[in-house]
């Protein structure tokens, strides 16, 4: 008898413990499965394709200068000479006056101010000029 009644509080006691902790664990768990859909990157495959292809941009080390070096520093150097307001020999002096340098430089050939004054650079020169400007005139 007394064995009995110690047998049934200890599973009664057992019992209560696990509702306890069976419904802690309920508590804690609600909410934990919401999972975010997927954020797929598959989309963009086609269009990286296309930017592997992509031509680099004009950047000014590469294709800059050195028309700057042959054509202009004669006279826009530092010091600038013959009458030249500024210098054209880095990135800084040249992005500032970008556009500037590309009137110039497009101006008919003779025409008062054209740039150099020896005579109008070649078109695919000039058009190196303008793609710059429109890439953002990056450095390199
Ligand atoms: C033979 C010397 C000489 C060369 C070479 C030369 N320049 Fe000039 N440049 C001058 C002189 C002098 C002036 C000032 C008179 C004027 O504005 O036309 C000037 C003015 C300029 C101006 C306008 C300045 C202002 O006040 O806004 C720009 C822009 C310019 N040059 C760009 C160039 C570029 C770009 C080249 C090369 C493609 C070049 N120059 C080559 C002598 C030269």
Not at 28 to 42: F, K, L, S
Not at 54 to 76: G, K, Q, R, T, W
Request: charged share 25%; aromatic share 6%.
């Amino acid at each position: 008898m007394k064995t009995t009644r110690l047998i049934f509080l200890m599973v009664l006691a057992l019992s209560i413990f696990a509702c306890a902790s069976d419904s802690e664990d309920d508590f804690v768990d609600t909410g934990n499965d919401i999972e975010n859909p997927d954020d797929t990157d598959d989309t963009d495959d086609t269009d990286d394709d296309t930017d592997d292809d992509a031509e680099p941009l004009v950047n000014y080390v590469d294709d800059i200068e050195p028309i700057m070096s042959a054509a202009c520093v004669s006279c826009h150097g530092a010091p600038p000479t013959n009458g030249a307001p500024f210098a054209l020999v880095n990135f800084t002096q040249v992005s500032q006056r970008a556009n500037g340098i590309f009137n110039r430089m497009n101006l008919s050939n003779g025409a008062p101010g054209a740039m150099p004054p020896s005579g109008r650079l070649p078109q695919s020169t000039i058009d190196l000029i303008q793609q710059w400007i429109d890439d953002g005139k990056p450095e390199n």
